[in-house]
């Protein structure tokens, strides 16, 4: 049965009040980011590739990914089977937000050379199985900065699919939109 602390909460509704006001505003900042990103790609080049994925865009929300609840867009992607890629932007209600440059196949081909423009700027880089996977794991993840770089490069070449991301604390999340456009410059950017 239930404890007095688990009792107490299932009775008291301003958590469900505050959490559901929470989802609102945090699927708002998401809708809004990729409006902000979607005026930027039409106002100046990026270093993006030719095929852009045909599905409408959406944000994503689920309640219990490992314990906590999420919200997540990929925009812009393209997802196949053989060749993907996706600027991943997520929420982790209770651990992080994160920026994700996600790459399999020929994608993945196209920005190795933008590896050393990420030196130094606290990205990191990991390789598995699931590059979806959105809690960070230290096993396969390298820091990409200017002493790690050459081996970065060989783990990128070695490697089908892999992920660069970067991390910042929740207390920042009112910095959430300018944080991603500053990463998504950082990946798609011309120099």
Request: proline share 3%; aromatic share 14%; glycine share 6%.
């Amino acid at each position: 049965m239930l404890t007095e602390r688990q009792k107490d909460f299932i009775t008291d509704s301003e958590g469900f009040i505050i959490k559901n006001e929470v989802d609102t505003q945090v699927n708002r900042l998401l809708y809004s980011f990729h409006e902000s990103l979607s005026s930027l790609i039409e106002e100046k080049p990026f270093h993006l590739p030719a095929k852009l994925g045909k599905t409408p865009f959406k944000v994503s929300k689920g309640n219990n990914h490992k314990g906590f609840p999420f919200q997540v867009i990929d925009f812009p992607a393209s997802l196949g089977q053989t060749d993907a890629y996706s600027f991943r932007s997520v929420i982790w209600y209770g651990n992080f937000f994160s920026f994700s440059l996600l790459l399999k196949g020929e994608p993945k081909t196209i920005y190795e050379s933008y590896l050393s423009r990420l030196t130094s700027k606290g990205y990191t880089m990991t390789w598995a199985d699931n590059i979806w996977e959105t809690e960070i794991s230290i096993i396969n993840s390298i820091d990409i900065n200017v002493s790690s770089l050459e081996k970065a490069r060989g783990i990128y070449q070695s490697n089908e699919a892999l992920k660069i991301f970067k991390s910042y604390n929740l207390n920042q999340i009112d910095d959430f939109e300018r944080l991603g456009v500053e990463c998504f410059k950082d990946f798609f950017g011309q120099d």
